[in-house]
T-cell receptor
Framework: ETGVTQSPTHLIKTRGQQVTLRCSSQSGHNTVSWYQQALGQGPQFIFQYYREEENGRGNFPPRFSGLQFPNYSSELNVNALELDDSALYLC???FGQGMSTDTQYFGPGTRLTVL | QKEVEQDPGPLSVPEGAIVSLNCTYSNSAFQYFMWYRQYSRKGPELLMYTYSSGNKEDGRFTAQVDKSSKYISLFIRDSQPSDSATYLCATPKAAGNKLTFGGGTRVLVKP
């Protein structure tokens, strides 16, 4: 196990609703990244936080937002859910400023289904 | 064209065979390459990390990078049923460790 935990494990929402997913990073890791993994595809980078500040964002609309807290836990919020948001959402923590050589440790993911 | 591409498989091999996995990438500026293994209902876990062309070996796993062809490979020797998983190649396409993944190749090792 990586020490990265995510909650909830599964979630079902309806189109237009809002959702909050949570991640608890490995102890001491100050960088957290979120990824979206659609069924049968590789993960896609959503955004990264370093010391509570956004440190890069992928090609996702503003209705995807995040927070990182002083205890290194983090949240991913998605507003106005669409059917295409159905996916496995992964968080990954690493120690450092998010350098290319910093190993990321992934959590088990939250499976979101939008009906 | 996707930045990192993989054959989705599935790739089915008998136990003990060599598993050969490949990825191609589009941007010659990519420098670091990773292979992740993802079991069903789990998050990806890092297997191998390489920089620059050449081979890197770790136990039964060997990673190769050919920058002239923009081609990366992962070989698994003496494959075991426990190697059955999806294998993802990835690269940080810009400064930092924000990863771009291939689509993954599903591998099934039959006893």
């Amino acid at each position: 196990e990586t020490g990265v935990t995510q909650s909830p494990t599964h979630l079902i929402k309806t189109r237009g609703q809002q959702v909050t997913l949570r991640c608890s990073s490995q102890s001491g890791h100050n960088t957290v990244s979120w990824y979206q993994q659609a069924l049968g595809q590789g993960p896609q980078f959503i955004f990264q936080y370093y010391r509570e500040e956004e440190n890069g964002r992928g090609n996702f609309p503003p209705r995807f937002s995040g927070l990182q807290f002083p205890n290194y836990s983090s949240e991913l919020n998605v507003n106005a859910l669409e059917l295409d948001d159905s996916a496995l959402y992964l968080c990954a923590s690493s120690f450092g400023q998010g350098m290319s050589t910093d190993t990321q440790y992934f959590g088990p993911g939250t499976r979101l289904t939008v009906l | 064209q996707k930045e990192v591409e993989q054959d989705p498989g599935p790739l089915s091999v008998p136990e003990g065979a060599i598993v050969s996995l490949n990825c191609t990438y589009s941007n010659s500026a990519f420098q670091y390459f990773m292979w992740y293994r993802q079991y069903s209902r789990k998050g990806p876990e890092l297997l191998m990390y390489t920089y620059s062309s050449g081979n890197k070996e770790d136990g039964r796993f060997t990673a190769q990078v050919d920058k002239s062809s923009k081609y990366i490979s992962l070989f698994i020797r003496d494959s075991q049923p426990s190697d059955s998983a999806t294998y993802l190649c990835a690269t940080p396409k810009a400064a930092g460790n924000k990863l771009t993944f291939g689509g993954g190749t599903r591998v099934l090792v039959k006893p």
